[in-house]
């Protein structure tokens, strides 16, 4: 089974949609859960930062995280064109058992919102 | 808004040649990490480095690979003889003491002929 899974899409949705994308993950130590988003052949750039269980939001951003299902989420309200690029799961132990924050990606997920 | 930035953007080099990769991380940092994307596959972490050593490293992070902060700015990754299988998207990231959050640079393309 692999650390992280994520379905690779593509999503594609019309503007204005509510997006929902998922990971899931087998490493219980996980504790801090990131989604970045990545333009292509850019960089990933911070979108949302959860740690533990639980939901944060951040204007049409909404981060939930199932910590006793292993599943996290990101929801993006009033979808914009602008949002179409590649969104990442990234999860990490923290420095748990010596552990050094390094991150886990899933694959990513392409979306793709149109006009 | 201060970032991580990488140079080059574009690296091409002959299989067997030695490569540096460079990185400014955020400045007041004090963990950073390489990491890297074959094109079409996910974002797999290298390295990471605090306290001027290495904290862990992946299997892929072999012999031939090494870092170093030779300043109190710079990041650097160099390949020593570098492989076809190298060519990828290499992404440095930088990580406050008090925070859980990496930022990410915006990468160097490795092409490797």
């Known amino acids: 089974q692999k650390e992280v899974e994520q379905d690779p899409g593509p999503l594609s949705v019309p503007e204005g949609a509510i997006v929902s994308l998922n990971c899931t993950y087998s490493?219980?130590?996980?504790?801090?859960f990131m989604w970045y988003r990545q333009y292509s052949r850019k960089g990933p750039e911070l979108l949302m930062y959860?740690?533990?269980?639980g939901n944060k939001e951040d204007g049409r951003f909404t981060a939930q995280v199932d910590k006793s299902s292993k599943y996290i989420s990101l929801f993006i309200r009033d979808s914009q064109p602008s949002d179409s690029a590649t969104y990442l799961c990234a999860m990490s132990a923290g420095s748990y058992g010596g552990a050094t924050n390094k991150l886990i990606f899933g694959t990513g997920t392409l979306l793709a919102v149109q006009p | 808004e201060p970032e991580v930035t990488q140079t080059p953007s574009h690296q091409v080099t002959q299989m067997g040649q030695e490569v540096i990769l460079r990185c400014v991380p955020i400045s007041n940092h004090l963990y950073f990490y390489w990491y890297r994307q074959i094109l079409g596959q996910k974002v797999e972490f290298l390295v990471s480095f605090y306290n001027n050593e290495i904290s862990e490293k992946s299997e892929i992070f072999d012999d031939q690979f090494s870092v170093e902060r030779p300043d109190g700015s710079n990041f650097t990754l160099k390949i020593r003889s570098t492989k076809l299988e190298d060519s990828a998207m290499y992404f440095c990231?930088?990580?406050?003491?008090?925070?859980?959050?990496?930022?990410f640079g915006p990468g160097t393309r490795l092409t490797v002929l």
């Open positions: 490493n219980s130590a996980f504790q801090y």
């Open positions: 959860t740690y533990s269980s």
């Open positions: 990231a930088s990580k406050a003491g008090s925070s859980d959050t990496q930022y």
